[in-house]
């Protein structure tokens, strides 16, 4: 995980609902990650959105990444 990539992540008050987003354009995280785990290549997403870079779509990684990374305890 490179932790200076999440400075690409940005969230904004009222830009998608306060939710985090690339650059502080209106392409959520959320977007990237499923267009990922619906098969699209980085290669498609950037052809398909070229205000982003590559670097963009692996800060989205991250970024999930670093968000999941904690410890979950079980109910007893």
Do not use: F, W
């Not at 008050?13 to 959520?28: E, L, M, S």
């Not at 995280?29 to 699209?40: C, H, I, M, N």
């Not at 950037?46 to 079980?74: C, F, G, K, M, N």
């Amino acid at each position: 995980m490179n932790l200076e990539r999440l400075n690409r992540i940005t969230v904004e008050a009222g830009k998608c609902g306060g939710r985090p987003c690339i650059r502080g354009q209106r392409i959520r995280v959320t977007d990237v990650l499923e267009l990922l785990s619906a098969g699209a290549s980085i290669e498609e997403i950037l052809r398909d959105y070229p205000s982003l870079e590559r670097e963009d779509i692996l800060a989205a990684l991250d970024y999930a990444a670093h968000q999941t990374d904690h410890v979950v305890l079980p109910a007893s």
